[in-house]
């Protein structure tokens, strides 16, 4: 294969004598044993050796180079995926059912075709606090919260965020490996006029403390930023001066570090927000234009983990087909690098997350859910379907009990 790599010359040197004495040919390495290399770096690490020689440089736009890359990325065992299981959440009652009727389920799945499923309980947390009478008549257990919303597309090292869905202003840290919870006190700002807008859920690795940040608005004009530690159990209020929208509540976690897409001043433009929980700090990383065609029309934008990293899925709803970008590096625009076009295939939805074996699942149009296997595109009938929410997650295995309770 012709991957017109540089190659290095003899190297002599004239000897005291003057008699030209050859010292060996210069230490290089083979253009297939640096391609054999250059196929297992992070996008990170490949992007920042495009500088080293030009036929680097243009590896990306490589047909044979990406073929053989795609394939590694999606096979490459990863550390960030050990002592790890699937999760599947969402609302699957029949759609016969009413809406005020209906309960978000939590299912451990795996297998081949993830046919193998485990219904798991919900922590028992009882109410803190009043809620309607109708909540309480549709229910058996009058004192007990009786399912669900989990915050964020991932949990953070084996703890999850509960939010109860009739319960505002209720959070719980739950780790479904030893059913241990822990329910989060009422947040610092106890304002009747405190308008809720985001959480976010997160590992600060520096002090081995979980945290939650919360942002919202009091009389629509003054922003508020309070962050949780479960070390203390307490909250306190946070000095950031960051305005933004969100666009997408749901959250994805991974090293540290929450991330979100907003919106950009134009309503066309979106941009990737994270969080550093060990220093509190927020980190902006635009999407290039060449990836994020803003002027193109009925296009729907995921973010989504895949393999460890980051990804951005655009679905292009005129052509069924789905461009799955990567970013190599927070906060590094041009580390953005597309890897997948999926498609076209009609009948898919939108994706829901990624699979255990380098695949991503997708909602098709009537609720039911398939695997499709990224680098084939050959999809697969999971023999799930949902009403009209639907969600994978990882979960690390955790056997550590939350501290300082009593």
């Known amino acids: 294969m012709d991957w017109n790599m ?42 920042r050796f495009e500088c080293v020689c030009k036929s680097w440089s243009l590896l990306f736009d490589n047909p044979n180079f990406m073929t053989l890359y795609r394939n590694v990325f999606l096979t490459k065992e990863l550390p960030y995926y050990d002592h790890t299981s699937l999760l599947l959440h969402g609302v699957f009652t029949p759609p016969e059912v009413p809406y005020e009727d209906e309960i978000f389920e ?25 809620i309607s009478v109708y909540t309480l ?38 780790n479904p490996s030893i059913n241990d919870f822990k329910v989060v006190p009422p947040r610092f700002v106890n304002d009747d006029h405190f308008a809720h807008i985001h959480v976010g859920f997160g590992y600060d690795r520096h002090t081995d403390d ?47 570090l929450s991330h ?33 065609d803003n002027f193109v029309p009925l296009v729907r934008k995921h973010f989504v983990l895949l393999k460890g990293s980051i990804a951005l899925i655009l679905n292009f709803e005129e052509t069924a087909t789905f461009h799955i970008s990567v970013l190599g590096e927070i906060s590094i625009k041009e580390s953005w690098t597309k890897m997948f076009i999926i498609g076209p295939i009609p009948c898919l939805r939108y994706p829901i ?43 690390r295995e955790n056997l550590l009990p939350f501290e300082g309770e009593e």
């Open 260 to 292: 979100w897409m907003c919106l950009g001043e134009t309503p066309y433009e979106r941009y990737l927000l994270s969080f550093d929980w060990s220093n509190e700090v927020f980190i902006t990383t635009w999407v290039p234009s060449d990836i994020d």
């Open 210 to 256: 979980y945290k939650v940040i919360c942002h919202g608005q009091i009389f629509s004009r003054k922003n508020i930023w309070e962050i949780y530690s479960l070390r203390t159990n307490s909250w306190r209020l946070l000095n950031l001066n960051m305005h933004h929208a969100f666009m997408d509540k749901q959250q994805l976690y991974m090293d540290g």
């Open 353 to 395: 997350g990624e699979g255990k074996k380098g695949d991503m699942i997708f909602v098709k149009e009537d609720g039911g859910l398939v695997s499709v296997n990224l680098n084939t595109q050959t999809a697969e009938e999971l023999g799930f379907k949902t009403k009209r929410f639907c969600k994978i997650l990882n979960l």
């Open 6 to 47: 540089n190659k290095h010359k003899h190297v002599t040197v004239v000897a005291g004598t003057n008699e030209k004495v050859k010292l060996r040919k210069e230490l290089h390495i083979h253009e297939d044993v640096a391609i054999s290399i250059l196929l297992k770096l992070c996008i990170k690490s490949l992007r």
């Open 137 to 174: 008549f549709k229910q058996n257990e009058y004192n007990y919260v009786p399912n669900f919303n989990i915050l964020g597309s991932d949990s953070v090292n084996g703890t999850l965020c509960l939010l109860p869905p009739f319960l505002q202003k209720t959070l719980v840290l739950w």
């Open 106 to 130: 939590l299912y451990s799945v795996c297998g081949d075709r993830y046919e193998n499923k485990v219904k798991l309980e919900w922590p028992r947390v009882k109410y803190d606090q009043p």
